[in-house]
């Protein structure tokens, strides 16, 4: 079976410094990955997808960038983070093949608290 | 660019009450569409989703939605509520074209009072 994994949980950092959040799936290979930030009252807001390795697509102009090192490693960063990059980011995987299920597949998230 | 709106942010229900959520999206070409809840304090988890044939569709917990495709709507029903089944529910689109990317809502959050 396949299982997704962010870490670490909670993260409190100062305004300035820098992030790496990183998100693994095991039991699949090739899947297409996805980080979301969700905020209260706003959904999730869809940040950078994968469908391969050193492929990134970003949605949302901002202070963060994604990489994918690994077929099934997924890492958020920030150089310097603001205030505002505070919130509850998701990562998801869903299966790379066409044809197959588009039902995405989330990790338990990383509350993030920029101070 | 594709969009999706769930008209009620907030709503609150006894149990035994039935259960409508609505969504609409906007996009003119083959879609899927989805439906997502979270459960205090657990992952976001699928609930039920629509790829094609039979328009009205059947998830976990007692929950279905109808895809109406004139109206471009997908709303999630279920005729009794219970109390486990507070959470919030965001609505999904994922355009066939599009193909990689899904779009959520702004999610739902629903208290059930016992």
């Known amino acids: 079976s396949q299982t997704i994994h962010q870490w670490p949980a909670t993260l409190v950092q100062p305004v300035g410094s820098p992030l790496s959040l990183e998100c693994t799936v095991e039991g699949t290979s090739n899947p297409n990955l996805y980080w979301y930030r969700q905020a209260a009252g706003r959904g999730l807001q869809l940040l950078f997808y994968s469908v391969g390795i050193g492929q990134i697509s970003s949605e949302v102009p901002q202070n963060l960038s994604a990489s994918r090192p690994q077929d099934r490693q997924f890492i958020l960063s920030s150089k310097k983070l603001l205030l505002s990059d505070s919130g509850f980011y998701l990562c998801?995987?869903?299966?790379?093949?066409?044809?197959?299920?588009?039902?995405?597949?989330f990790g338990p998230g990383t509350r993030l608290t920029v101070t | 660019a594709q969009s999706v709106s769930q008209h009620n942010h907030h709503v609150i229900l006894s149990e035994a009450a039935s259960l409508e959520l609505g969504c609409n999206y906007s996009?003119?070409?083959?879609?899927?569409l989805f439906w997502y809840v979270q459960y205090p304090g657990q992952h976001l988890q699928l609930l039920l989703k629509?790829?094609?044939?039979?328009?009205l569709v059947k998830g976990i917990k007692g929950f279905e939605a109808e895809f109406i495709k004139s109206k471009f709507s997908f709303n999630l029903r279920k005729p009794s509520v219970q109390w486990s089944d507070t959470a919030e529910y965001f609505c999904a689109v994922n355009a066939m074209t599009g193909g990689f990317k899904t779009i959520f809502g702004a999610g739902t959050r629903l208290f059930v009072k016992a």
């Open positions: 629509y790829f094609s044939g039979d328009p």
């Open positions: 996009y003119g070409g083959t879609v899927n």
């Open positions: 998801a995987w869903r299966r790379g093949v066409a044809g197959e299920s588009y039902e995405q597949y």
